[in-house]
């Protein structure tokens, strides 16, 4: 079955260590909660917000040997009053997993997007 797994995580500054630190500690710990392999991963997807602009997050996806994985990043939508400096990840992955056994990683201050998310990927 192919399930998408989502995460988010807060950047602390519009650096190029910042983006990939934030986002490689994002993508190791979805893949440990939920055992993905990248040999089953169909695609990734990252958003930004518009204040980041000094990297691109699917670089920490080849920073960890995930090369032969598609990966696009895109803008996040610029809303007013929205958390600043979020990378947002979904992974489409083939896995044995329900809905239900699907931990979704909100990490640092993105965990305020998805509290109820975010609890859950700490079980």
Not at 27 to 49: C, G, H, W, Y
Not at 56 to 71: K, N, S
Not at 102 to 121: C, M, T, V
């Amino acid at each position: 079955m192919l399930r998408g797994v989502r995460g988010a995580t807060g950047v602390e500054a519009n650096t190029r260590e910042a983006i990939l630190g934030a986002t490689r500690e994002l993508l190791q710990k979805m893949a440990e909660a939920n055992a993905i392999e990248p040999d089953r991963v169909s695609m990734i997807l990252f958003t930004a917000t518009t204040d980041l602009t000094a990297a691109f997050p699917a670089t920490a996806a080849r920073e960890i040997g995930w090369t032969r994985v598609p990966l696009m990043c895109s803008p996040e939508l610029d809303v007013q009053g929205a958390l600043p400096r979020i990378v947002r990840v979904m992974i489409l992955v083939e896995t044995e997993l329900s809905p239900q056994a699907i931990r979704h990683q909100y990490l640092s201050r993105a965990a305020a997007l998805r509290p109820d998310l975010a609890a859950e990927g700490k079980r």
